[in-house]
Structures are given as C-alpha cells and as structure tokens.
C-alpha cells in the first residue's frame, strides 16, 4: 500500500528535456503523454535521422531510443558517446537488455514490453543522481 501511495504521490522532480526515439506510434505516444502528465518536455523522433536532427538542434536531458528502429539505435548511441552526452540514455529493445549491443555500462537497458511508469521512476531517479 505504501509503494501505491508513493506512486500516486510522488516527490518533486526537475522538468526533464526528453527525447523519445522509436518506431512504434503507440510506445512514443504513450510515452509522450505519461512524461508530459509528469510535467517534462518531450521530443519525438519514429527514426534514427529524425532523432539525430532532434539532438542537433535541442538540448535534451534523457535520450530514450529504441534498438531497433529504421537508422538503428546503435548510430543514436554512437553519436551520444561521440559527443560525450551528460545526460542519461535509455535503450529500449526487444532483444533481452544485457544481450543488447552497441550497449555500453552508461546506458540504461529496458527490454520491451515494459511498464511505462517504470520509465518515468528511472529518469527521475537518474536525473536527480
């Protein structure tokens, strides 16, 4: 009862810069309005071009991108490291997360299907870190 009350009312957060990186119009919308409840701002990207564009031209503060997505994940989380992102980065794939490659001890592993409020705990947890 206790983890409810906590759920239902949680703790102050930091409005986060997220961008949503997947292929799947249902996993980014979901996960656009759960994050955008929490009072984040969110960017949506369906490839790994458009994401790329997205984090060219905006500051962001979580990257959460999907492994395998037209563009694949991989070359989002290249040039994450390239630029020495500060920010946290959530890989999301259907594979088994330890297994994912491209994977590095910096990135966060979710495998899929996974429950999107656990999302909005690891990015708020993490953030505040």
């Known amino acids: 009862m206790d983890a409810d009350r906590q759920h239902s009312n949680p703790e102050p957060h ?9 292929d799947e119009p249902l996993i980014r919308t979901a996960l656009r309005r759960l994050l955008e409840k929490r009072g984040h701002r969110v960017h949506e990207a369906p490839d790994a071009f458009a994401a790329l564009e997205v984090l060219r031209a905006e500051p962001v503060d979580a990257v959460l991108v999907d492994m395998r997505m037209p563009g694949d ?17 959530i890989l999301m794939t259907g594979e088994l997360a330890v297994d994912a490659p491209g994977a590095g001890e910096e990135v966060h592993r979710l495998q899929k299907p ?11 947890e993490g953030v505040r870190r």
């Open 14 to 22: 930091t409005t986060l810069r997220v961008l949503v990186a997947d």
């Open 114 to 124: 996974f429950p999107f409020p656990s999302v909005v705990s690891l990015l708020e």
């Open 73 to 89: 994940g991989t070359t989002v989380l290249d040039w994450l490291r390239e630029q020495r992102f500060g920010g946290m980065t």
